[in-house]
Antibody, heavy 117, light 107 residues
């Protein structure tokens, strides 16, 4: 069965960076895009960007363009999302999401990132 | 960026009611719209993709319709498990955007 297993919760100071991971299993990793979506406490969903695991091509939301990097390791079927220059507004649950022509059908369990001094 | 205007933002209804949630796109998005259900502390769950295609395993009381700019999610007969927050999503072009959400509460 398809699973996306994300790394554990993080606490970071303002100005730091965080690198999250998302390990995929149960499907052909290279065949489906992976999205990253975040949700601040009590707020809605926000798309951050997408990576194509087959070649590593990425597209980022302009809001994050200058401080986000997505990458992948095909040998372990894992995607990574690094967000730098963290501020308190980046406190959120971050989700990886398997994309496809039939909707975004599988979501990771989410990783809580807390930015606090 | 395409804006997705979802309404209502909250809704009180009773078990057995028929409920409709709407999403309007700021420009045409063909049928590149999906609907998600989210319960507190959980990841969103795909209900409908391509505006009207029911995801496997989702009860048939859920249905979607629309094309272009106007879309609806309908729950034909509310069940206790349906009280949650619902989001629409356009994946027509980048940046992909979600509606603001509709919180469906028990009356």
């Amino acid at each position: 069965q398809v699973q996306l297993v994300q790394s554990g919760a993080e606490v970071k100071q303002p100005g730091a960076s965080v690198r999250l991971s998302c390990k995929a299993s149960g499907y052909t990793f290279s065949s489906y895009y992976m999205h990253w979506v975040r949700q601040a406490p009590g707020q809605g969903l926000e798309w951050m960007g997408i990576i194509r695991p087959s070649d590593g091509a990425t597209t980022y939301a302009q809001k994050f363009q200058d401080r986000i990097t997505m990458s992948r390791d095909t040998s372990t079927s894992t995607v990574y999302m690094e967000l730098g220059s963290l501020r308190s507004e980046d406190t959120a649950v971050y989700y990886c999401v398997k994309g496809g022509s039939s909707g975004w059908d599988y979501w990771g369990q989410g990783t809580l990132v807390t930015v606090s001094s | 960026a395409i804006q997705m205007t979802q309404s209502p933002s909250s809704l009180s209804a009773s078990v057995g009611d028929r409920v409709t949630i709407t999403c309007r796109a700021s420009q045409g998005i063909r049928n590149d719209l999906s609907w998600y259900q989210q319960k507190p502390g959980k990841a969103p769950k795909l209900l409908i993709h391509a505006a009207s295609s029911l995801q496997s395993g989702v009860p048939s009381r859920f249905s979607g319709s629309g094309s272009g700019t106007d879309f609806t999610l309908t729950i034909s007969s509310l069940q206790p498990d349906d009280f949650a927050t619902y989001y629409c999503l356009q994946d027509y072009n980048h940046p992909y955007t979600f509606g603001q959400g509709t919180k469906l509460e028990i009356k």
